[in-house]
């Protein structure tokens, strides 16, 4: 393999698995610029993805149901499973004021437990069926294209719409406030809980779809699904790096998913000169990497560039 | 004069427990006036601007609206009735422009867009003479800045009834006549507005009528031409009331803490304390009466090492030694290792004081686990000083592991004051130690006191009840704005005479900071 086709090849492969963290950091910040910190969000995306999945197999056998309607029901299941996800982490944290990281922490671990059931549950047979379905219209053709389905550019519409709405919209002010300063908001009569709800809900919605997308469209395999948690975690560090804005986390979806498959494609071009050896460390790099990030963002201290200024902590109404 | 009534209260009093914040008040705000309300701290006046702004719901009582009578729940409907208040603590997103912080909550139907907003905003800005700019993020604007946003966050909903709750506490003189132009522009403009404020030459310059209230109560609306200050203060502060506290002669005074040329700025670069010098003897009440939020805090804290010390020195004439030792810019712990026997009850009991979550034992600990050399914590010493103070200040409590949130107010007051007695102090701070006590638990701090006064210690009282002041205190300093207005003798002072003290900001003299 020459240098050139291995780096076009790297790329190739990147960009296509950092729309998973596109999906999960867009979710997450939905949910942050609502002031809630959702770390169930790795836990989330499990759930999306066994979601997801177990719709497709309800469908099979293949060829009763229209492709084009296989995949719009596993994307509703998708992510209608972490929309209730989302619905639980909101009534702890909304309703019951429960410690944000606790519930996050506590969904996570409930999520991957339950996605390795599902789909040890499920047959690889009945659910695998959809990948060229996935992957229409470039599922046969030979072109560089062939990598993206159907859910690729949704994750880039989803990202570019939520850009806009939390900027451009009043609906976005609304909630950007919420997440600054909910007492304020509340103040102006916004209605601050229905905001976090509605967010976290959405949000986590989302986040689902980025399971769906790493095993029906990117990865394709069987054991796939045991990656989406190291992703998930990435997709929450990916919110930082992209400054709570989803049309940066476009470029810095890329970016980490570059890093995060590193290991396995730097070492293979052999022109680099890169030891096998050495994948281990580059499979350190995106973390390495989110560190880097923080430092940097810490130092610069920029006011604009800062988290949600009520990110974490949950809001009490003062007594009337 | 044809005068229009914008505003009416008819006999509305609210009740929060078994205190009235207000009782029976009737006010009638007029459109085109400004309508000043006067009073001292805890007399009712926030409480009273909040049930008209849709924060309290009156408990009795009825408000009308240019003739009509309404029902204000929320801040949402005393904007549809035209109604906007300007909080002393500014409610603003503080990453947000201006213009984002202003249209924030309104839903006029109409497509959102910023530029349509600025528009808006400048129109505001020419009308009223304000000078703004609406992409300006709040957290770049200075304190004067952030109150403009406030009062056109109000005008862009279209209020006609201003409230103002304190506005020049924060400000300028230079500023302050500033927002007094706006406020008569906005007035000829045929709004009614409201302004609440302790300072009488400000009352003067800018309402045209002032309400006294007092202990809830509404005392009297004068029409300001025909008062003046002292008249003002009367009202405001009322007759003496005759308390009987037990009040005995310093003995042996002797110099025990002098205070020279203090001064701090806070992170705003207001001065909270400006150039404070006094001096505090053993066997004597020190009283420190004054408006809330003068400079109390930040001097008790300054002494107790707590606060940041911009000038001034803090010396400490140590009864034991002889010697001189500078307080200054030493932490807590440093002053403790000097040897200095200082105990300072906070006004912040449970948040400064003690740990509402801990048990009684447990919060005796604060101040003595340095302690023994074992790495285990002697938990006996600590729980017999418990007991000891449970049992000499009849607190009521099932027992010293009962965690402090659980007692009531004046009982966590018993135990704190107890445990800064107990190691046996030569300078002691309180500050407003009977707020929220009943007449019962306020006389037994009020003996406590005396008796560390008559064992030699040098007492430092931070109160708010002019009449405690007057019978409690050997000498009574009076702070204004964190400057020293005078210092009186507690036998002969009267209350008019601190409260005239309390509100003398000479105007025009304070640069601005920072």
Redesign the interface.
């Given at each position: 393999m020459n240098l050139w086709n291995g780096i076009l090849d790297y790329i190739l492969s990147a960009v296509p698995l950092g729309m998973t963290f596109l999906y999960g950091s867009t979710g997450e910040i939905l949910t942050e610029k609502s002031g809630h910190l959702n770390l169930g969000i790795p836990g989330i995306m499990c759930v999306g993805a066994a979601g997801g999945c177990a719709a497709i197999q309800a469908l099979h056998p293949a060829g009763t149901v229209h492709p084009a309607l296989v995949v719009l029901i596993a994307v509703l299941a998708a992510f209608l499973a972490g929309g209730l996800m989302g619905m639980l982490y909101s009534f702890l944290t909304v309703t019951l004021h429960a410690n944000q990281n606790v519930t996050g922490l506590a969904l996570t671990t409930f999520g991957v437990g339950l996605m390795k059931f599902i789909m040890s549950k499920l047959s690889s047979v009945k659910y695998l069926y959809a990948l060229p379905y996935f992957r229409y219209p470039f599922a046969e053709s030979e072109s560089s294209l062939k990598y993206c389905g159907v859910l690729f550019f949704f994750a880039i519409l989803l990202a570019l719409v939520c850009s806009y709405v939390l900027l451009?919209?009043?609906v976005g002010?609304?909630l950007?406030?919420v997440g600054?300063?909910p007492?304020?908001?509340d103040?102006?009569?916004?209605n601050v809980f229905l905001y976090k709800y509605v967010a976290t809900v959405i949000g986590s919605g989302i986040a689902g779809l980025g399971g769906l997308y790493y095993i029906m469209d990117y990865a394709g395999s069987q054991e796939a699904y045991l990656s989406i948690e190291a992703m998930g975690w990435l997709s929450i560090a990916l919110v930082i790096f992209a400054l709570w804005k989803p049309h940066i986390s476009l470029i810095g979806s890329a970016v980490f998913g570059a890093l995060f498959i590193a290991g396995a494609y730097i070492p293979g071009i052999r022109e680099l000169h890169v030891s096998m050896s050495s994948t281990p460390l580059l499979k350190m790099l995106p973390y390495v990497f989110t560190v880097l990030v923080l430092i940097v963002i810490s130092i610069r201290n920029k006011?604009?560039n800062?988290p949600p200024?009520a990110l974490g902590v949950n809001y009490y109404r003062e007594e009337? | 004069m044809n005068k229009t009534i914008a505003l009416e209260l008819k006999n509305v009093s609210k009740y929060f427990g078994s205190v009235a914040a207000n009782q029976h008040v009737d006010l009638t705000l007029y459109k085109g006036e400004i309508l000043a309300v006067l009073g001292e701290n805890g007399c009712g006046k926030t409480t009273l601007m909040n049930m008209i702004a849709g924060i309290y719901f009156p408990d009795e009582g009825k408000i009308y609206v240019d003739g009509e009578e309404v029902v204000i729940r929320s801040p949402k409907d005393a904007f549809r009735h035209g109604i906007g208040m300007i909080h002393q603590h500014f409610k603003l997103v503080d990453v947000f422009s201006a213009s984002e912080n202003i249209v924030l909550g309104v839903k006029d139907g109409k497509r959102f867009a910023l530029r349509n907003v600025n528009k808006t905003v400048k129109e505001l800005c020419g009308k009223y003479g304000f000078e703004i700019d609406p992409a300006k993020r709040i957290h770049e604007m200075s304190v004067s800045e952030k109150q403009t946003v406030e009062i056109l966050k109000v005008l862009y909903r279209g209020a006609d009834i201003l409230i103002l709750d304190e506005p020049t506490a924060v400000l300028t003189p230079q500023e302050t006549s500033r927002l007094f132009d706006i406020l008569r522009r906005m007035k000829e403009d045929g709004k009614a507005i409201i302004i609440i404020t302790h300072k009488l030459h400000e009352v003067m310059a800018i309402s045209d009528r002032v309400a006294v209230l007092r202990k809830g109560e509404h005392i009297a609306t004068v029409n300001t031409q025909e008062t003046n200050e002292t008249a003002l203060t009367e009202m405001m502060v009322g007759k003496k009331v005759s308390l009987n506290i037990a009040r005995s002669e310093p003995v042996n005074p002797e110099k025990r803490l002098e205070v020279t040329g203090l001064t701090t700025v806070n992170a705003d670069g207001i001065r909270v304390l400006d150039n404070v010098s006094f001096s505090v003897s053993s066997g004597e009440i020190l009283g420190i009466a004054g408006i809330a939020g003068s400079g109390q805090r930040e001097l008790l804290e300054a002494i107790a090492g707590l606060q940041h010390i911009d000038a001034g020195s803090i010396i400490y004439c140590d009864p034991k030694t002889g010697h001189d030792v500078n307080l200054r810019d030493k932490t807590p712990l440093q002053i403790r290792d000097l040897g200095v026997r200082l105990s300072f009850v906070p006004e912040d009991r449970l948040g400064m004081g003690l740990v509402a979550n801990m048990n009684i034992t447990d919060n005796m600990m604060l101040r003595s686990y340095r302690r023994g050399k074992s790495v285990f914590l002697d938990r006996e010493k600590p729980k017999a000083l418990a007991e000891n103070i449970i049992k000499s200040l009849d607190v009521v409590t099932p027992g010293v592991t009962t965690p402090v949130r659980r007692l009531s107010g004046g009982n966590v007051q018993k135990v704190l004051v107890g445990r800064e007695i107990s190691s046996a102090p030569s300078l002691l701070m309180v500050a407003y130690p009977v707020r929220g006590l009943d007449i019962n638990s306020s006389y037994t701090i009020y003996n406590l006191l005396n008796k560390q006064k008559e064992s030699g210690v040098a007492v430092v009282y931070v109160g708010e009840d002019l009449d405690v002041l007057t019978e409690l205190c050997d000498r009574i300093m009076v702070i204004c704005s964190g400057r020293v207005t005078g210092i009186l003798d507690g036998r002969t002072a009267v209350k008019e005479e601190i409260g005239l003290l309390m509100t003398k900001h000479d105007a025009g003299t304070r640069e601005q900071e920072g």
């Open positions: 451009k919209t009043r002010l609304h950007r406030a600054e300063n007492a304020t908001a103040a102006v009569g916004i006011r604009e800062q200024g009337r | -």
